[in-house]
């Protein structure tokens, strides 16, 4: 399975972009998908979460701002980002909590996008 980010880019103060993160390849199932970022010379933190049941949660840096939405159908997930801050620059990695099985088991495992880069000018 392949996660395939893009939307990043430049961006002045109060601005909006919309990111997208699709999967492809053999997958049975999706649990929760979320976006994370990285900001030069620190760690990466959860941007926001959407569950399989579509419940959301959100840094309280975003919260308001930012939204988060998925499509199942396509193995997507959206972010949507408004009122950007300088303070919002940082490369945007996408998340799959991706599910397969063994019998009737089922295993959980993650996979990574490859990290688009949004940049907000002062």
């Known amino acids: 399975v392949q996660l395939q980010a893009s939307g990043g880019g430049l961006v002045q103060a109060g601005g909006s972009l919309r990111l997208s993160c699709a999967a492809s390849?053999?997958?049975?199932?999706?649990?929760?998908v979320g976006w994370y970022r990285q900001a030069p010379g620190k760690e990466r933190e959860l941007v926001a979460v959407?569950?399989?049941?579509?419940?959301?949660n959100y840094a309280d840096s975003v919260r308001g701002r930012f939204t988060i939405s998925r499509d199942n159908a396509k193995n997507a997930v959206y972010l949507q980002m408004n009122s950007l801050k300088p303070e919002d620059t940082a490369i945007y990695y996408c998340n799959f909590k991706l599910v397969t099985h063994k019998g009737w088991t089922r295993y959980e495992y993650d996979r990574w996008g490859q990290g688009t880069l949004v940049t907000v000018s002062s």
């Open positions: 390849g053999s997958i049975f199932d999706i649990n929760a």
């Open positions: 959407i569950t399989g049941g579509g419940s959301t």
